[in-house]
Structures are given as C-alpha cells and as structure tokens.
C-alpha cells in the first residue's frame, strides 16, 4: 500500500463542516458531478456502505470504517470499483479548528495501484479530487 496525505485549511468551523461529513449518505450535495450522481446507503453506523455512481469516478462502494465525533474524522474503504486505477484503497478524513471560522481538513490515505499502474498518477489524481472535495464540502457546509 502506497501512502498519501493531503491537508489545507477551509474557511468554515470544524463544527460546521463536520455536521455534513458526518453523514455519510450526503456525498452528492457537495462533489463535483454529484447533481447527475446517485447514490444508495445500506446499513447504519460504522460497517455501513455507500454505493454511488459519479461521472468522474464511475460506479464505487465505500464501507465507513470508522467515526470519531471527537476527533471529528470518518474513515472508509473501497470495497468495489475502481476509482483512479486503484484496487485497494482507504482513508481517513478529520478536522481540526485553527482559527475563527476555519479549519484544516487532512486525508490520510493508503492505496494499492492495479498492475502497470503508476503511483505518482494515482497520488496526482488524489490531490486534485481531495482539493475540490474540500473546496466543496466548505461551500456546502457555509451554506447550509
């Protein structure tokens, strides 16, 4: 498994952002592509799954791994698709307030490239996708 991690700060409370990624059903509110995207949840809490249709991504299944209200960080895995040419995948997103009305949002993140797959391409891929997430959960978090 190859390492990442990505961070930056958002112009939005923790607290504020955390209430949308929290809910791990609300993806396609605040991702790019999300208004022609569906999305279907199977469970409750943590073991729960996520099985979405994007255009940028094709059809993924993720499973919440994990919740910590106080860390405010959820972590989930692939378990079908192949998003970005990767086979195995994980990662683990948390807030943290630095200041008024901003926070710094971290991706940790694993991942396993299919066969002949360069791992640069895949992290590049990673930056751009956690960049404009982030952008856009702050947009709807602000706005809700």
Known sequence: MVPFHFAMTLDVP?????KVLRDFGSLLAWVKGGDIGTLEVTGEGVGMV???????????QH??????EAEHAIRYSLTKGRPL?????WTR???TDTGPGQCRIDWR????PHDGVNPK?????????????SER????????
């Open 14 to 18: 923790a607290a504020t952002a955390w």
């Open 50 to 60: 996520r099985d979405f249709t994007l255009p940028s991504f094709g059809t993924v």
């Open 63 to 68: 499973r919440l791994d994990e919740v910590s």
């Open 85 to 89: 040419d990767m086979k195995d995948y």
């Open 93 to 95: 997103i948390s807030l």
């Open 109 to 112: 993140s694993e991942f396993e």
């Open 121 to 133: 391409v895949i992290a590049d891929g990673l930056e751009g996708a956690y960049r404009d997430m």
């Open 137 to 144: 959960l702050a947009a709807y978090s602000n706005n809700r």
